[in-house]
Protein backbone atom coordinates (compact mmCIF):
# COMPACT_ATOMS: atom_id res chain seq x y z
CA UNK A 1 0.00 0.00 0.00
CA UNK A 2 1.66 3.36 -0.76
CA UNK A 3 1.25 6.18 1.89
CA UNK A 4 1.26 9.65 0.33
CA UNK A 5 1.11 13.16 2.64
CA UNK A 6 -2.51 14.76 2.05
CA UNK A 7 -2.82 18.75 1.41
CA UNK A 8 -6.17 20.27 1.82
CA UNK A 9 -7.00 23.80 0.08
CA UNK A 10 -10.16 25.73 1.14
CA UNK A 11 -10.26 28.60 -1.68
CA UNK A 12 -12.68 30.24 -4.25
CA UNK A 13 -11.75 28.98 -7.84
CA UNK A 14 -10.22 30.25 -11.27
CA UNK A 15 -11.39 29.01 -14.29
CA UNK A 16 -8.27 30.53 -16.25
CA UNK A 17 -6.79 27.77 -14.24
CA UNK A 18 -3.57 30.35 -12.59
CA UNK A 19 -5.16 30.94 -9.10
CA UNK A 20 -7.06 29.92 -6.48
CA UNK A 21 -8.44 25.99 -6.13
CA UNK A 22 -6.77 25.53 -9.87
CA UNK A 23 -3.55 26.95 -8.76
CA UNK A 24 -3.17 25.32 -5.39
CA UNK A 25 -4.18 21.26 -6.77
CA UNK A 26 -1.58 21.65 -9.68
CA UNK A 27 1.26 23.08 -6.99
CA UNK A 28 0.25 19.89 -4.77
CA UNK A 29 0.44 17.63 -7.36
CA UNK A 30 3.75 19.03 -8.38
CA UNK A 31 5.34 18.87 -5.07
CA UNK A 32 3.58 14.97 -4.80
CA UNK A 33 1.55 15.51 -1.87
CA UNK A 34 -2.18 14.54 -3.09
CA UNK A 35 -4.55 17.69 -3.23
CA UNK A 36 -8.12 18.43 -2.37
CA UNK A 37 -9.84 20.80 -2.40
CA UNK A 38 -13.16 22.82 -0.56
CA UNK A 39 -14.74 25.26 -2.35
CA UNK A 40 -15.70 28.71 -0.99
CA UNK A 41 -16.44 30.71 -3.99
CA UNK A 42 -16.97 30.54 -7.62
CA UNK A 43 -14.85 33.18 -9.43
CA UNK A 44 -15.29 34.16 -12.67
CA UNK A 45 -12.04 35.67 -13.60
CA UNK A 46 -8.97 35.18 -15.71
CA UNK A 47 -5.57 37.11 -16.34
CA UNK A 48 -7.39 40.89 -17.08
CA UNK A 49 -9.20 40.75 -13.30
CA UNK A 50 -12.97 39.66 -11.74
CA UNK A 51 -15.64 39.20 -13.85
CA UNK A 52 -18.21 37.72 -11.11
CA UNK A 53 -18.27 36.15 -8.10
CA UNK A 54 -20.87 33.32 -6.95
CA UNK A 55 -20.51 32.98 -3.16
CA UNK A 56 -21.33 29.05 -1.96
CA UNK A 57 -23.83 28.84 1.14
CA UNK A 58 -22.20 28.50 3.99
CA UNK A 59 -23.38 25.36 4.57
CA UNK A 60 -22.20 23.63 1.64
CA UNK A 61 -18.97 24.52 2.52
CA UNK A 62 -19.13 23.09 6.43
CA UNK A 63 -20.96 19.61 4.03
CA UNK A 64 -17.46 19.84 1.72
CA UNK A 65 -15.38 20.20 5.33
CA UNK A 66 -17.24 17.36 7.03
CA UNK A 67 -16.97 15.28 3.68
CA UNK A 68 -12.96 15.60 3.23
CA UNK A 69 -12.49 15.96 7.56
CA UNK A 70 -14.44 12.56 8.19
CA UNK A 71 -13.55 10.46 5.56
CA UNK A 72 -9.12 11.27 4.48
CA UNK A 73 -6.47 12.34 6.49
CA UNK A 74 -5.26 15.88 6.32
CA UNK A 75 -1.59 16.42 6.89
CA UNK A 76 -1.70 19.94 6.36
CA UNK A 77 -3.64 22.50 4.45
CA UNK A 78 -4.59 26.11 3.59
CA UNK A 79 -6.84 28.47 3.46
CA UNK A 80 -6.83 31.38 0.55
CA UNK A 81 -9.85 33.60 -0.60
CA UNK A 82 -12.63 33.20 2.28
CA UNK A 83 -15.06 36.43 1.47
CA UNK A 84 -17.25 36.72 4.20
CA UNK A 85 -17.88 36.38 7.97
CA UNK A 86 -20.04 33.58 7.43
CA UNK A 87 -17.68 31.23 5.61
CA UNK A 88 -15.31 32.31 8.42
CA UNK A 89 -17.18 30.81 10.93
CA UNK A 90 -17.92 27.41 9.94
CA UNK A 91 -14.06 27.55 8.51
CA UNK A 92 -12.70 28.16 12.22
CA UNK A 93 -15.50 25.80 13.95
CA UNK A 94 -14.51 23.05 11.58
CA UNK A 95 -10.57 23.39 11.70
CA UNK A 96 -9.87 24.41 14.92
CA UNK A 97 -9.57 20.92 16.67
CA UNK A 98 -7.47 19.79 13.35
CA UNK A 99 -3.82 18.72 14.46
CA UNK A 100 -2.36 19.59 10.50
CA UNK A 101 -0.23 22.42 10.23
CA UNK A 102 -2.60 25.17 8.98
CA UNK A 103 -1.13 27.90 6.46
CA UNK A 104 -3.45 31.23 5.48
CA UNK A 105 -3.00 32.97 2.54
CA UNK A 106 -4.84 36.31 3.55
CA UNK A 107 -6.39 36.60 0.18
CA UNK A 108 -8.32 40.27 0.09
CA UNK A 109 -7.73 41.78 -3.47
CA UNK A 110 -6.75 39.66 -6.62
CA UNK A 111 -3.18 40.76 -8.27
CA UNK A 112 -5.52 42.62 -10.92
CA UNK A 113 -6.99 44.95 -7.98
CA UNK A 114 -10.37 43.78 -7.60
CA UNK A 115 -11.18 43.07 -4.07
CA UNK A 116 -12.10 39.66 -3.15
CA UNK A 117 -13.52 39.62 0.72
CA UNK A 118 -16.23 41.98 2.39
CA UNK A 119 -14.58 44.63 4.11
CA UNK A 120 -16.77 43.88 7.60
CA UNK A 121 -15.06 40.10 7.09
CA UNK A 122 -11.39 41.31 7.39
CA UNK A 123 -11.87 42.28 10.98
CA UNK A 124 -13.07 38.58 11.56
CA UNK A 125 -10.11 36.72 9.47
CA UNK A 126 -7.56 38.73 11.70
CA UNK A 127 -9.47 38.47 14.98
CA UNK A 128 -10.93 35.04 14.57
CA UNK A 129 -9.09 32.97 12.61
CA UNK A 130 -5.53 34.23 12.87
CA UNK A 131 -4.85 32.94 15.96
CA UNK A 132 -5.46 29.38 14.59
CA UNK A 133 -2.66 29.65 11.55
CA UNK A 134 0.62 27.72 12.34
CA UNK A 135 1.43 30.29 9.44
CA UNK A 136 0.06 33.01 7.28
CA UNK A 137 1.60 34.40 4.31
CA UNK A 138 0.53 38.34 3.70
CA UNK A 139 1.80 40.66 0.95
CA UNK A 140 2.75 44.20 1.59
CA UNK A 141 -1.17 46.00 1.30
CA UNK A 142 -1.98 42.65 3.53
CA UNK A 143 0.32 42.73 6.15
CA UNK A 144 -0.62 46.65 6.14
CA UNK A 145 -4.20 46.05 7.08
CA UNK A 146 -3.56 42.93 9.23
CA UNK A 147 -1.35 45.75 11.33
CA UNK A 148 -2.78 48.81 10.48
CA UNK A 149 0.57 50.35 9.74
CA UNK A 150 2.49 51.52 7.07
CA UNK A 151 4.73 49.38 4.72
CA UNK A 152 7.17 51.35 3.33
CA UNK A 153 10.35 49.57 3.89
CA UNK A 154 12.15 46.21 4.52
CA UNK A 155 12.16 47.36 8.31
CA UNK A 156 9.27 47.83 8.31
CA UNK A 157 8.03 44.34 6.81
CA UNK A 158 10.44 42.69 9.23
CA UNK A 159 8.29 44.56 12.10
CA UNK A 160 4.70 43.49 10.78
CA UNK A 161 5.94 39.92 10.42
CA UNK A 162 7.07 40.01 14.20
CA UNK A 163 3.76 42.09 15.45
CA UNK A 164 1.27 40.01 13.67
CA UNK A 165 2.67 36.95 15.60
CA UNK A 166 3.21 39.00 19.04
CA UNK A 167 0.07 41.11 18.63
CA UNK A 168 -2.46 38.89 17.02
CA UNK A 169 -1.46 35.39 17.47
CA UNK A 170 -0.54 34.01 14.35
CA UNK A 171 2.13 30.87 14.61
CA UNK A 172 4.69 32.11 12.22
CA UNK A 173 4.06 35.46 9.86
CA UNK A 174 5.78 35.28 6.55
CA UNK A 175 5.86 39.33 4.85
CA UNK A 176 6.26 39.17 0.96
CA UNK A 177 8.36 41.42 -0.78
CA UNK A 178 6.56 41.38 -4.28
CA UNK A 179 5.20 45.07 -3.99
CA UNK A 180 8.60 46.75 -3.21
CA UNK A 181 11.59 48.05 -5.10
CA UNK A 182 14.94 45.79 -6.09
CA UNK A 183 15.26 41.86 -4.78
CA UNK A 184 12.46 39.97 -4.35
CA UNK A 185 12.82 39.70 -0.23
CA UNK A 186 10.62 37.99 2.25
CA UNK A 187 10.75 37.77 5.83
CA UNK A 188 9.56 35.12 8.42
CA UNK A 189 9.36 35.50 12.01
CA UNK A 190 8.65 31.59 13.63
CA UNK A 191 7.95 33.98 17.12
CA UNK A 192 11.70 33.01 17.94
CA UNK A 193 13.73 34.74 15.15
CA UNK A 194 13.38 36.91 11.60
CA UNK A 195 14.41 34.48 8.49
CA UNK A 196 15.24 36.15 5.89
CA UNK A 197 14.13 34.73 1.87
CA UNK A 198 15.80 36.66 -1.48
CA UNK A 199 15.34 36.38 -5.13
CA UNK A 200 16.26 38.47 -7.81
CA UNK A 201 13.75 40.28 -9.18
CA UNK A 202 12.32 39.05 -12.53
CA UNK A 203 10.76 41.35 -14.82
CA UNK A 204 7.47 40.36 -15.76
CA UNK A 205 3.89 41.03 -15.74
CA UNK A 206 3.24 37.35 -15.50
CA UNK A 207 2.28 36.97 -11.60
CA UNK A 208 -1.45 35.83 -12.02
CA UNK A 209 -1.25 33.56 -9.04
CA UNK A 210 2.31 33.96 -7.05
CA UNK A 211 0.70 34.15 -3.73
CA UNK A 212 -1.76 31.13 -3.78
CA UNK A 213 1.48 28.85 -5.73
CA UNK A 214 3.48 29.80 -2.77
CA UNK A 215 1.44 29.57 0.07
CA UNK A 216 0.31 26.07 -1.87
CA UNK A 217 3.95 25.20 -1.82
CA UNK A 218 4.73 25.79 1.36
CA UNK A 219 0.97 23.78 2.80
CA UNK A 220 2.65 20.80 0.15
CA UNK A 221 5.92 20.87 2.11
CA UNK A 222 4.33 20.79 5.54
CA UNK A 223 1.87 18.26 4.60
CA UNK A 224 5.28 15.66 4.08
CA UNK A 225 6.30 16.67 7.44
CA UNK A 226 9.07 19.27 5.97
CA UNK A 227 10.37 21.59 8.87
CA UNK A 228 8.64 25.32 8.55
CA UNK A 229 11.74 26.47 7.61
CA UNK A 230 12.88 24.02 4.89
CA UNK A 231 9.21 24.57 3.56
CA UNK A 232 9.62 28.31 3.16
CA UNK A 233 13.09 27.88 1.19
CA UNK A 234 11.64 25.00 -0.84
CA UNK A 235 8.30 26.96 -1.52
CA UNK A 236 10.29 30.34 -2.70
CA UNK A 237 12.14 27.98 -4.87
CA UNK A 238 9.32 26.35 -6.60
CA UNK A 239 7.57 29.95 -7.06
CA UNK A 240 10.67 32.23 -8.20
CA UNK A 241 11.19 29.58 -11.24
CA UNK A 242 7.24 29.55 -11.77
CA UNK A 243 7.69 33.26 -12.22
CA UNK A 244 10.94 33.27 -13.97
CA UNK A 245 9.32 30.80 -16.71
CA UNK A 246 6.13 32.32 -16.81
CA UNK A 247 3.66 31.73 -19.50
CA UNK A 248 2.49 34.49 -22.34
CA UNK A 249 -1.47 33.72 -21.55
CA UNK A 250 -4.63 35.94 -21.98
CA UNK A 251 -4.15 39.47 -22.31
CA UNK A 252 -3.82 40.73 -18.66
CA UNK A 253 -1.37 39.43 -16.29
CA UNK A 254 -0.13 36.06 -17.07
CA UNK A 255 0.09 32.39 -14.87
CA UNK A 256 3.00 31.37 -13.68
CA UNK A 257 4.54 27.95 -14.66
CA UNK A 258 3.42 25.24 -12.24
CA UNK A 259 5.83 22.57 -13.30
CA UNK A 260 8.65 24.70 -14.44
CA UNK A 261 10.80 23.12 -11.55
CA UNK A 262 10.26 19.36 -13.46
CA UNK A 263 13.43 19.02 -14.12
CA UNK A 264 15.00 19.34 -10.58
CA UNK A 265 13.16 16.60 -8.98
CA UNK A 266 15.13 16.10 -6.25
CA UNK A 267 13.94 14.63 -2.78
CA UNK A 268 13.30 17.67 -0.33
CA UNK A 269 14.07 17.09 3.03
Keep these: ?3 VACALTIAGTD ?22 SVITSVVAQNTTGVQDVHHLPAEMIEQQLDSVFTDMPVHAFKTGMIANKDMMKVIGEKVVNQKAPFVMDPVMVATSGDPLIAANARDYLREQLLPLTTLVTPNIPEAAYLTGEKIESLNDMEHAAEQ ?7 GAALVKGGHLEGDAIDFLYDGNKIHTFSSKRIDTKN ?15 LSQGVPLLNAVKHAKE ?3 AAIKDSFELGHGNGPTNHFATRA ?6
Design 1 to 3: MTH
Design 15 to 36: PSGGAGIQADLKTFQELKSYGM
Design 164 to 170: IVAEYGA
Design 207 to 221: THGTGCTYSAAITAY
Design 238 to 240: FVT
Design 264 to 269: HEEKVK
